[in-house]
């Protein structure tokens, strides 16, 4: 069965960095698409960020030039660099990643950001 596992979530005051990482198991088939999506309190889950295999990366506006996307596909693992936090960044942080024709989802890790 084929899960997404993210960790590296946590509490950081504004300004601060934290890198999360989410590791693929149960496949050996090299994802397509892997991305990060966020869903803070009351808002729908949006995208931060995403990453082709072998294509260019896309960020949401609102974290251009603070978050960095990254994969290791050796290890079916995709990471999100997040520096110069803001309070509205605060969200659960959600992996996702496209495996042929499914769609798979992490159980999500909370980032918390305080001013």
């Known amino acids: 069965q084929v899960q997404l596992v993210e960790s590296g979530g946590g509490l950081v005051q504004a300004g601060g960095s934290l890198r999360l990482s989410c590791a693929a198991s149960?496949?050996?088939?090299?994802?397509?698409?892997m991305g990060w999506y966020r869903q803070a309190p009351g808002k729908q889950r949006e995208l931060v960020a995403d990453?082709?295999?072998?294509?260019?990366?896309n960020y949401a506006d609102s974290v251009k030039g603070r978050f960095t996307i990254s994969r290791d596909n050796g290890k079916n693992t995709v990471y999100l660099q997040m520096n110069s936090l803001k309070p509205e960044d605060t969200a659960v942080y959600y992996c996702?990643?496209?495996?042929?024709?499914?769609?798979?989802w992490g159980q999500g890790t909370q980032v918390t950001v305080s001013s």
């Open positions: 990453i082709p295999n072998g294509g260019h990366t």
């Open positions: 149960g496949t050996i088939f090299r994802f397509n698409a």
């Open positions: 996702n990643g496209q495996l042929q024709v499914r769609t798979y």
